[in-house]
């Protein structure tokens, strides 16, 4: 997971390889159960400018061009849901990993990025800056 990303956007990540994981098996039904309120939310916005969203419409197309039904479920947590240790250890794994394996970077998580660089640079001005005085 790259560093300067949202949660919701890489929760949107983690559906977009699921549904280029279904485009590449054979099975016809898949259930992509999630967490995130938000990342589902989030793709019912058709008019967004995110380019997980595009990524995540064509994989949904392909699909439904492979006569593959995909199904995406919310539910409060995985608690429960069998197999959740082994999501629970991948996803500590890629948030702690030092690769990248995403080439795009989101404009929103640019901006938040940026905002936070220059906050940054301003408060350690600043705080030069009194204590001078």
């Not at 994989?59 to 479920?73: P, R, Y």
């Not at 539910?75 to 250890?89: C, F, K, Q, T």
């Not at 702690?96 to 350690?124: E, F, G």
Request: charged content about 20%; aromatic content about 8%.
């Amino acid at each position: 997971m790259h560093n300067n990303w949202t949660i919701s956007n890489a929760e949107l990540y983690a559906i977009l390889e699921a549904l280029k994981f279904i485009n590449k098996s054979n099975q016809r039904n898949y259930t992509i159960i999630t967490d995130s309120m938000n990342a589902l939310c989030d793709i019912q916005n058709i008019y967004s400018c995110n380019p997980i969203y595009k990524d995540i419409y064509q994989e949904l197309q392909h699909a439904a061009k492979g006569n593959k039904h995909v199904v995406l479920i919310w539910v409060p947590s995985h608690i429960g849901v069998h197999g959740n240790e082994v999501v629970d250890r991948l996803a500590h794994e890629a948030a702690t990993s030092d690769q990248v394996h995403l080439n795009k970077i989101v404009p929103s998580d640019v901006k938040l990025c940026l905002k936070n660089v220059v906050s940054c640079a301003w408060q350690n001005k600043w705080s030069q800056c009194s204590e001078k005085k």
